[in-house]
């Protein structure tokens, strides 16, 4: 077991080392010049002395490598430098909105337990009937129903038609602003876990353990209520953790579309600005947190189930 | 094949890809209007006998923006499942079968890749790269060969250490005989599964940065887009965006549909684990 986190945890260094590279080239992908481009003004293009002393401050004269290297000493000591637009550091701009996206998605996430656990059960015990049919269309609704879209749709009804609900914006971050994003972050995690449910709650009423339950007589609602949904809960819960990376792949959209401060819009506004250190900053980041989750996702599966636990790493 | 048409999820999702690769094929033939064609007189009408689906702001024809839309997005669902394909399964190979040093190197590739949440990446790479259906286009390869270089090195280690795979060896079959005689025929399932559920993913994705301004770029009609035009006449005419978004998601629904019913099909252990 030990030996296993072990592996685990060292094979998260090359990953690391390749997703640094991979964030720090993103200056370098774009096409021209970053410090032409972000001197340029209304007056026309800036002047080459403007250029070179841009550039010479931001340490872009260097050769790449050493720029990489420089930039990756100072990222390991927590610098990840400062903003190219707002001249403010990174680090404190990804904190900042990191919380905000760590609130919508604890939100989000509660909204689809909420959700999908009832239904996935309701599912399993009414297989094959239309109620199955109804969870299962809705589940495959769900992870199909592109979020800026649905954001779209629930703006229109809440907001805009009903007035109950803000259209967007962070609004101190209170619960009125949150309600609507939060549905429309956690709509296809709510889908893949209902589905999970489902399936996982299906396949222990098939075990023999459940057999012997009914044979000794127990009522239904203790053989499906102790014995099958307790067991089949273990696959759900370690699938939440992975929930959510889910969810972080959704904020970039729905944070943006409803105005909300996380990571996913701030990633998409230093792109609109090419304000490539926080792209740098934000991407290594997002990739850093999506990482631990996923090891620790691993650990508590390997845990859980100790069948996985001799086999190999990769 | 009975049993596939019998299967109500391949039957429902097929019939849709079927009717979608037909509107996208005769797309001038279905559309009413030409999709580009500006017309301030007709702006933002709604949905009428002339314009089914309504106009845009610049009075184009929506409903012919969709029947046209729908080659873009099928074309680079296609393509992207294609490339990624190419990719996973030449790496996934070279993996699976040879090991050693290739497999360690390839699978901390894929480890890398994986590091990052595809949403991001689709969308730093696709945001950096510039604009274009080109860029966008390789942005999603690059999230989504790692899937399948790991789908295709996982069955091949499970498949190469089978008795036939033994046998043919034995009998001095060479590497190549082997990997497309024995082993292929015997991870085509699984690849076939993710393949169909990737297309949906990938137009998803696809029309989601499109939305944002980094995928395919106006005039040219495409799902994501149109509803980024429609954003600012929402409250005035919102079947500017209920139309487009519904195209995409019926697109997806059909492949998940396709590739659930595959997967009931084509999946033993699948079959076994959730009778139906």
Redesign the interface.
């Given at each position: 077991m030990l030996g296993y986190i072990f592996k685990r945890v060292l094979?998260i260094i090359?990953?690391?080392?390749?997703?640094s590279m991979?964030?720090f080239s993103?200056?370098y992908?774009?096409?021209g010049d970053p410090a032409e481009i972000l001197l340029m003004s209304p007056e026309g293009s800036p002047s080459p002395e403007a250029i070179d002393a841009f550039r010479v401050r931001m340490g872009l004269d260097q050769p790449i490598h050493i720029q990489y290297l420089r930039w990756l000493e100072k990222v390991l000591h927590g610098d990840l430098g400062y903003s190219f637009i707002s001249e403010r550091p990174v680090a404190d701009a990804i904190t900042n909105s990191f919380k905000a996206t760590l609130k919508l998605s604890l939100v989000s996430m509660i909204v689809s337990i909420v959700v999908s656990i009832p239904l996935g059960i309701l599912a399993a015990i009414k297989h094959?009937t239309m109620i199955d049919d109804l969870c299962r269309l809705g589940a495959?609704?769900g992870?199909?129903?592109?979020?800026?879209?649905q954001a779209?749709?629930l703006?229109?009804l809440f907001s805009?038609h009903l007035d109950w609900l803000p259209v967007a914006g962070y609004g101190g971050g209170d619960i009125e602003h949150m309600i609507l994003p939060a549905i429309t972050l956690g709509t296809s995690s709510a889908a893949v876990t209902t589905r999970l449910m489902r399936?996982s709650l299906?396949?222990a009423l098939?075990q023999d353990y459940i057999i012997t339950a009914r044979a000794k007589g127990l009522p239904e609602r203790i053989v499906i209520g102790k014995h099958a949904i307790k067991n089949a809960l273990i696959p759900v819960v370690t699938m939440l953790g992975l929930n959510l990376?889910f969810l972080?792949?959704?904020a970039?959209?729905t944070e943006?579309v409803f105005g909300w401060p996380g990571i996913?819009d701030l990633?998409?506004d230093s792109?609109?600005q090419r304000d490539f250190t926080m792209?740098q900053g934000?991407?290594l980041f997002?990739?850093v947190i999506?990482?631990t989750l996923n090891l620790l996702v691993d650990i508590s599966y390997t845990y859980l189930n100790p069948r996985i636990r001799y086999e190999s790493v990769? | 094949m009975r049993a596939w048409i019998k299967n109500r999820n391949i039957f429902i999702g097929s019939s849709i890809t079927v009717a979608l690769i037909f509107i996208a094929a005769f797309a001038p033939q279905v559309a009413p209007h030409d999709p580009t064609e500006i017309n301030p007189m007709v702006r933002l009408q709604p949905p009428s006998k002339e314009y089914p689906f309504g106009t845009d702001h610049m009075g184009r024809c929506i409903l012919s923006r969709i029947v046209f839309g729908s080659r873009i997005s099928l074309l680079v669902g296609v393509v992207v499942i294609s490339g990624s394909l190419l990719i996973g399964i030449v790496l996934g190979t070279i993996s699976g079968y040879f090991g050693g040093l290739a497999d360690d190197l390839i699978m901390r590739l894929v480890d890398g890749f994986l590091a990052i949440p595809s949403m991001f990446l689709a969308l730093a790479l696709a945001g950096t790269l510039g604009p274009g259906m080109f860029n966008l286009m390789m942005a999603l390869i690059a999230v989504e060969w790692t899937s399948y270089a790991r789908v295709v090195r996982g069955s091949i280690l499970t498949v190469k250490e089978q008795e036939f795979v033994e046998a043919a060896r034995g009998l001095g079959a060479s590497d190549l005989y082997i990997l497309v005689h024995h082993i292929m025929p015997n991870i085509l399932s699984p690849i076939i599964v993710i393949a169909t559920l990737g297309i949906g993913y990938a137009i998803l994705a696809a029309a989601g940065l499109s939305f944002l301004g980094f995928g395919v770029q106006p005039p040219t009609p495409e799902w994501g887009s149109m509803l980024d035009d429609g954003r600012l006449f929402m409250r005035k005419a919102p079947y500017i965006m209920i139309f487009p978004g519904l195209a995409i998601m019926i697109t997806v629904l059909a492949f998940n549909f396709l590739g659930d019913g595959l997967r009931d099909e084509l999946d033993p252990r699948f079959r076994k684990e959730i009778p139906h």
């Open positions: 094979l090359p990953a690391l080392l390749f997703v991979v964030s993103m200056a992908l774009a096409p094959n495959l609704i992870v199909s129903i592109p979020n800026f879209w779209f749709l703006i229109l805009v399936s299906l396949e098939s990376g972080l792949n959704g970039v959209v943006w996913g990633v998409v792109i609109y792209i934000s991407i997002i990739a999506f990482v990769d | -």
